[in-house]
């Protein structure tokens, strides 16, 4: 079972990290790669001068740190061979898995619940320009 | 209208990714379903472990990459030009569907890299070998962890499906 045991902990580890970097990504304004779908080009920043999409950006960020998390873990695994994680660290994994993923699914849906999405505007409507976008 | 990366082939990319979808339904819940079996100490095929968590994976994998592939003609031709209008609602939703999708990823990979070891030996076999589990706790939350992980992807897979059905069926989407 100590290979088991090991594969739980670094599945754990993979999806905790993931799901806290992407929570911190939902809470603090983090410069992420943007894409501009419009003028089909890629910036970096928080706000984008027209329609913008952050969803590609916040993944890659949320998926690289939890990958860099699970290699970092599996490097300390393979340094230790002989430490077989107990019980209770695995436990502690599966609570920090589960409470990561239930925030940062809570923090989005908080977010998204009756966000009012800003149309973009058609051509022959009047209105002034609406200055840089935050990204949705 | 400036026409948006691979906005021709956005037919046969939802085709894709339809058919991805509910091979990815399929393969998830089965796969959560053995985790159940697991947990209620029933036995099962240690290659079913395998199948379910690859089948998932690369359905998983084809899911979110024609998604992807599809994101930003869904962004500019569907939900800026209509849904912000029409349905804000459904805007939301889809946005949450895919930050599930994003979160639903590493329970998938996870729960492949559980099933190698749990197939070459699954605990309630391991138990009748012995007539006695080596280390119940640990062994438990093994097959919890296991659990958490499968269920968690059919969960998300299943209410992704729930609401991208929701979206499509908004009228003119």
Redesign the interface.
């Known amino acids: ?1 100590a ?3 090991r ?2 902990l ?3 580890v ?2 905790t990290a ?2 806290a970097a ?1 929570f911190v990504s939902g809470v603090v304004g983090l410069p992420l790669p943007l ?1 501009l ?4 080009r890629w910036i970096w920043g928080t706000a984008a001068p027209e ?1 913008s ?1 952050d ?2 950006g ?2 890659l960020f ?2 690289t740190v ?1 990958a860099f998390a699970t290699l970092v873990a599996w490097g300390l695994l393979h340094l230790f061979r002989r430490w077989t ?3 209770r660290v ?2 502690l ?2 609570a920090y ?2 409470t990561a ?1 239930l925030l ?2 809570s923090l ?2 908080y977010k ?9 505007e ?1 051509p022959g409507e009047s209105g002034s320009d609406p200055g840089p976008m935050k990204s ?1 | 209208m400036p026409s948006v990366f691979l906005q021709p082939w956005g037919p046969l990319l939802v085709v894709i990714h339809a058919l991805s979808s509910i091979v990815l339904c399929g393969a998830s819940v089965h796969q959560a379903l053995l985790a159940v079996q697991l947990v209620r100490r029933q036995p099962v095929r240690p290659s079913l472990l395998q199948t379910y968590a690859l089948t998932t994976l690369g359905a998983y994998l084809s899911v979110m990459i024609s998604g992807a592939l599809l994101y930003p003609r869904y962004r500019v031709v569907i939900r800026a030009l209509f849904l912000d209008r029409q349905a804000p609602w459904a805007a939301n939703l889809f946005d949450f569907k895919e930050n599930l999708a994003t979160l639903g990823l590493p329970l998938a990979i996870g729960a492949l890299l559980m099933a190698r070891p749990l197939s070459a030996a699954p605990p309630s076999i391991a138990r009748t070998a012995t007539n006695q589990a080596p280390e119940p706790a640990a062994t438990r939350v093994v097959v919890a962890m296991y659990c958490f992980l499968t269920v968690g992807t059919a969960l998300i897979c299943l209410s992704n499906v729930i609401a991208g059905l929701l979206c499509t069926a908004v009228r003119g989407a």
């Open positions: 079972m290979d088991s045991r594969s739980a670094l599945s754990g993979f999806s993931t799901s992407f894409y779908p419009l003028s089909r329609l999409m969803y590609f916040r993944s949320a998926l939890g994680p107990t019980a695995l436990r994994g599966l898995a589960i993923l940062c699914a989005f849906a998204l619940y009756g966000r009012e999405p800003i149309p973009i058609l949705q």
